[in-house]
């Protein structure tokens, strides 16, 4: 077992770049990002520091100073700049700025970026991403702590398998639909259910950045009762947009304190970054139950019957107390051939905004470990980190991932007997847990 010191400096926020390879400025997260000259210094720097790299035919990953971590990601025209001092692996910072890319190119193709900087090396990207910001921030704030983003899966809702089913297929389009590609049902913030074609499966980044779209401001609180929307799908096809329709079936009562379908959403809610607008999580829109469908349309009234039912059940959530597992306070659960996690909700000692992002930060740095994420020498099958506040272990199997969080004084036995005890639990409750079964057409 490696030993960790369970103090933590303060979270201070992440700061994000995006500039192009001549040195344009495209997206910047900093609070004084209205000072264009000092941004354009900034983004200058990073591109003269990045081309000498280049020239010499190499590439700069990242750079360490004391706590901080400077991270780069090339992906031409395009460079990603992300500065922490969470302590975090370097795959967890590369992987905010896949998203970012990938986000960017939902709007903006990668056949459209290459032609436009072909014919133009200095050609300013903002103009083109104009009203796009609240996507990137949403997405930004999103990476903070979505476990199923760095672990590259999907989150479902807890849900009875029945009702799920019949769900589903209610979904599934009419023969007329031809050009349907992908359905999928949403609430809070969790995959309820996916309708797909025999021939195509999706991508969970994909589905991430579909999610993270359609719960923008602009689509949430447009007074339409439905958007249509051109978007990339980049694991799709980087090269083409396809129409996504999106659709709140149920939105929660603003004016009422709290909802059982978003009481976990709520409590993350308030301990995202209060502390800078721009990154405060919309709750309510994430609490919601949204409709997405790519390419095409139909009669959804068996849906948005059941959505009062689902939003009055209270049963979209569970406890890590309903295990009964002495000395476990929390785990993640990821199912390898589903590529879909699910865990509890995060409750004492691990309810307040750092203490969530502590923990966070510790689960990535396990799975970092043992998928070899950032240049060790190669994969591990258990990994554990102690601190004086608590035990996080790693295991990793052919069928499963998992991680979880006991108590300190728990000896190594009870350790490996409480990670046992919990895949067989989440083994019990897979129907209700996982998306199993999903149909086709």
Known sequence: MSL???????????EYFVLTDAGKPVFSSRHDDGDSDTLSSTM???????????????????????ELRITFLLRSPLYYVCASTWGEPESVTRTHLEYLHLQILSIVTAAQLRRIFERRTNFDLRRLLNGAEPFLFSLLNRLELDLAMSTSSLHCLQLDPNLRSRVADALVPITKMKDTLYIVLVAGGRVVTLVRPKKHSIHPADIH???NTAHAPSIYNSPASASWIPICLPKYNPAAFVNAYISFLWKPDDNSTETPL?????????SSRAEDGRYQRNSSSDAALCLICISGGGEFETVRSWCDSVAQSGKTHYSVSQLAIPGLRHFVYKSRPHVQITFPIFEDPYDSRDEIRRIV????TVYDAIHAKSGQSGPLKLQCIRTDKEIVMGWITQPFELYIVVSPRLPKTAVINAATAVTRWVKKEERNLLLRDAPVF
Not at 262 to 270: C, I, K, W
């Open 4 to 14: 960790a010191h369970s103090s933590h400096p303060p979270f201070k926020p992440r």
């Open 44 to 66: 200058g720097l990073v591109q003269a520091l990045l081309s000498v790299f280049i020239d010499d035919g190499d590439k700069l990953r990242s750079i360490n100073s004391g």
């Open 209 to 211: 950045v579909l999610v």
């Open 262 to 270: 978003n009481t976990e959403d709520r409590e993350l809610a308030s």
């Open 361 to 364: 930060t510790m689960y990535q």
